[in-house]
């Protein structure tokens, strides 16, 4: 697949980059792309949740009640889960959600992802660029450009640039990240990812190997 090269101004440029049909163009494996997008946001859970159980719980331990005669169950006390204020029964823990998968199923989903989102043409190239001092209304510009203002917007760059971040930073739709750190989750989250020249010269260096 070829694909023509913009400027940042929106305009098409003479140069084309041709796609890795290895890359952009494999039949996509939906259970690859599942398990990755799951473990990107298992990895991204905290685990800090914690309810007290009844052992936790400040209270009297008198019987609020006889044992017997009453037609109705015993209680203990009023740390019982069934009564208002009581302890939680089975209430979470604080745990790790994390797992691992392995490097040749991370790198089949994000093929997987990268190769949906060219088939929807969603994939736009840019010519290298660099701002000489961060200013958001310099990358407003540049979306405005693509007709791409209200759209969810991943920019991939070979390598990070801290003008281009902080530019962008305000932006709620908008992230960007350097090629070695692109993942399953951030491409299918995005409606269209931007890739400057070199960084898909990158990404074909890192997922060229089967």
Do not use: C, W
């Not at 859970?45 to 008198?62: A, C, F, L, M």
């Not at 009564?83 to 745990?95: A, D, E, K």
Request: proline share 2%; glycine share 6%.
């Amino acid at each position: 697949m070829e694909l023509e090269v913009y400027n940042i101004n929106g305009q098409k440029t003479a140069k084309k980059v041709k796609l890795n049909d290895n890359i952009f163009g494999i039949e996509p494996n939906d259970h690859a792309i599942y398990l990755d997008v799951k473990q990107h946001q298992a990895n991204s859970r905290q685990g800090t949740h914690k309810t007290k159980e009844r052992g936790e719980i400040r209270g009297s331990t008198r019987k609020i009640k006889r044992q017997k005669g009453t037609g109705t169950a015993r209680m203990g006390s009023i740390k019982n889960p069934i009564l208002r204020g009581g302890g939680r029964t089975f209430g979470p823990r604080p745990r790790d959600y994390s797992f691992k998968l392995n490097k040749k199923l991370k790198r089949i989903a994000r093929k997987s992802a990268l190769s949906y989102k060219a088939k929807d043409n969603s994939i736009i190239i840019l010519e290298d660029f660099a701002f000489d001092m961060p200013k958001t209304k310099n990358f407003v510009e540049l979306l405005k450009g693509f007709e791409l203002q209200d759209k969810k917007v991943l920019l991939v760059l070979n390598k990070n640039d801290k003008n281009v971040y902080l530019s962008t930073r305000n932006l709620q739709k908008i992230k960007v990240i350097s090629a070695t750190d692109i993942n399953t989750y951030d491409i299918l989250n995005a409606n269209n990812i931007f890739f400057v020249e070199s960084s898909v010269e990158e990404i074909e260096k890192l997922y060229s190997v089967n």
